[in-house]
């Protein structure tokens, strides 16, 4: 439930355990409904969707550089073969 003054600039919410005011814009959203016979407004918290998209980024790009760094290591191995070793058994 919320509250608000007569020109509707604040927003104060009632009843809560959790200060909607502190999270994000990315971490809720406010949808009021203005009936006749009163208004209604609810705040939904996504925080927990927020973590988790962050824990799998962070997974993504650890995942991403081990392919990197295994990609260089067989790179580097057959340019070594293919390239140094024939220049060195030139000389």
Do not use: H
């Not at 509250?3 to 009021?32: C, F, H, P, Q």
């Not at 407004?41 to 927990?48: L, Q």
């Amino acid at each position: 439930m919320y509250a608000t003054n007569e020109k509707k600039e604040t927003v104060e919410w009632l009843n809560s355990k959790y200060d909607m005011n502190k999270l994000r814009g990315s971490e809720k959203e406010i949808v009021i409904y203005e009936g006749d016979n009163g208004n209604v407004a609810a705040c939904f918290d996504f925080r927990s969707m927020t973590k988790l998209t962050a824990i799998l980024s962070i997974l993504r790009t650890i995942y991403v550089c081990i392919v990197f760094i295994v990609g260089s290591l067989f790179f580097s191995k057959d340019a070594k073969q293919l390239v140094i070793i024939p220049i060195m058994n030139m000389i």
